[in-house]
């Protein structure tokens, strides 16, 4: 485990969170660290260092993992946040970028954050105007490495977190899908368990620079995570 890439994973009780503690299960190249603000329910067989703690305080855990690369992802929904701007900007915005601040003050150089399909800092729609502002703010940081990840429609199970109108497209995304071509094949859904090996994958790159990845560029990096070797 020497040359394991210790990796932190901040917003582990979310879809992409869980995910990513499920893809680390077996792993010997990664050595999985997670911050929360709560307990999550964590798979057999994985092993982590996993802490608790106020997000005031993520700074200091960070000073004590020293990992090497974050996978962060953090995000709320409309509907969790209340149906207030102020309250899903603190989480999606304010909250992921405290989070970089802390992980780069304390020597992270390979930052990974989950954005979404469309994030644009002049977007009509407040939901992907907070997503364009966080990304604007990340690549000011100058991390060596920051990988931002443009998913479309997540597909995979919530916690009791799903509007209908989401579910409806979740159903229908495999036919939808044929249909998205060109321009439109980045707003095609994508399972959440290809996101998470995504993320890992380009969390263990070292080149540095700034990168952001659409659907197809998730997949690629997805599918070029080594498989787990069976005994």
């Known amino acids: 485990m020497s040359d394991a890439l210790r990796l932190c994973l901040v917003g582990a009780t979310g879809l992409i969170g869980g995910k990513v503690i499920e893809e680390c299960v077996g792993r010997e190249d990664v050595r999985l660290q997670a ?65 970089a601040r ?19 800092t002049a977007a009509k729609s407040f939901y992907l105007r907070v997503k364009g502002e966080a990304e604007r703010e990340l690549t000011r940081l100058r ?51 290809l996101v998470a090996k995504g993320a890992i994958a380009l969390a263990k790159r070292a080149a540095r620079g700034r990168f952001v990845h659409d659907n197809d560029a998730i997949k690629r990096a997805a599918n070029s995570l080594p498989a787990l070797v069976e005994d």
């Open 143 to 193: 991390f060596p490495r920051l990988d931002i990840l443009r998913p479309g429609l997540l597909v995979g199970e919530r916690e009791n977190d799903r509007r209908t109108a989401e579910r409806l497209g979740i159903a229908a995304a495999p036919i939808a899908n044929l249909f998205m071509h060109g321009k439109y094949r980045q707003y095609r859904g994508i399972k959440a368990d």
């Open 35 to 99: 911050i929360a603000r709560r307990e999550a329910a964590l798979p057999s067989g994985i092993r982590i260092e996993y802490f608790v703690a106020d997000p005031a305080k993520w700074g200091e855990v960070f000073e004590a993992l020293r990992p090497k690369a974050v996978i962060c992802a953090l995000g709320t929904t409309w509907k969790k946040a209340g149906e207030d701007e102020a309250a899903f900007r603190a989480v999606d915005q304010e909250l992921v970028l405290q989070t």
């Open 102 to 120: 802390a992980a780069l003050e304390h020597g992270v150089d390979r930052f990974v954050a989950l954005s979404s399909v469309g994030a644009d």
